[in-house]
């Protein structure tokens, strides 16, 4: 496969290494187009009022915008023609409500967007213990997503157990888990009447349990979830026809 890989951890990072060497191995071309730094936490936002600048690097381009901005710009313009896009390996897990926020995520829907298969890979944890395994283990994935390709505007988010060499990872499908953080701002001293916040997140405030991607995760499954960049709420639909009936 032409693949173009992307993440939000930046160029050059561990997880992207990885994946490069581990697909380039497996006789794939790849194709880098990576944010020149961190642009963790980035979500869908895209560039729209300033230029953007892509400089070449050993494997592909560093290119100064968010995770979207480079699959956009790689699709049309660095690595055109490609067939799938993935993105990561994220260094920190994409699960449940967080690919929301996620830049990884952001990414692989862009790809999805534009009708090109793609694939999100997370690594639940601070630190790499096995890159390098990780890596072999999406890759496996992207293949078997080639085969049995998704839906058109839907992408495969997979998020791996943080393991080393040796340890068996059983694949699974799950729905992404809903869960909310214990959010604290505190304030500190600003200039005149400008007020300064400094978030910092604990602990999950509510988490929901049962067969879903964060709970598979955690007992040493890699956790495959299909997501549309449709955020119907389809079950709700009925509610919204009665309430725009009620408005006229």
């Not at 050993?58 to 313009?77: M, N, Q, S, V, W």
């Not at 952001?106 to 298969?117: K, S, Y």
Request: hydrophobic fraction near 40%; charged fraction near 20%; proline fraction near 6%.
């Amino acid at each position: 496969m032409k693949i173009l890989l992307t993440n939000d951890d930046g160029y050059g990072a561990p997880g992207i290494e990885a994946l490069r060497i581990a697909l380039q191995a497996a006789g794939h071309e790849v194709t880098v187009v990576a944010p020149s730094e961190q642009r963790s936490g980035a979500g869908h936002s895209v560039t729209l009022r300033r230029e953007l600048r892509a400089k070449p690097r050993p494997h592909g381009y560093a290119l100064d915008g968010t995770p979207a901005d480079c699959a956009k710009i790689g699709l049309r313009f660095l690595a055109p023609g490609c067939d799938m896009v993935l993105s990561g390996i994220n260094l920190g897990a994409n699960l449940g409500v967080d690919t929301n926020y996620s830049g990884t995520a952001a990414a692989a829907r862009e790809a999805a967007i534009q009708g090109v298969p793609a694939l999100a890979s997370s690594c639940w944890g601070k630190e790499f213990r096995d890159a390098d395994y990780l890596a072999e283990l999406t890759v496996r994935c992207a293949e078997a997503l080639w085969e049995r390709p998704l839906p058109e505007g839907t992408f495969l988010n997979l998020n791996l157990p943080n393991v080393q060499r040796g340890t068996p990872v059983p694949f699974a499908a799950a729905p992404l888990s809903w869960f909310t953080y214990a959010e604290e701002f505190v304030e500190g001293d600003g200039q005149g009447e400008e007020r300064i916040f400094t978030p910092r997140y604990s602990a999950d405030k509510r988490a929901q349990a049962g067969y879903y991607d964060r709970d598979l995760v955690a007992q040493g499954y890699a956790a495959l979830t299909p997501v549309s960049w449709d955020a119907t709420a389809l079950p709700a639909l009925a509610q919204g026809l009665e309430i725009a009936r009620r408005l006229g």
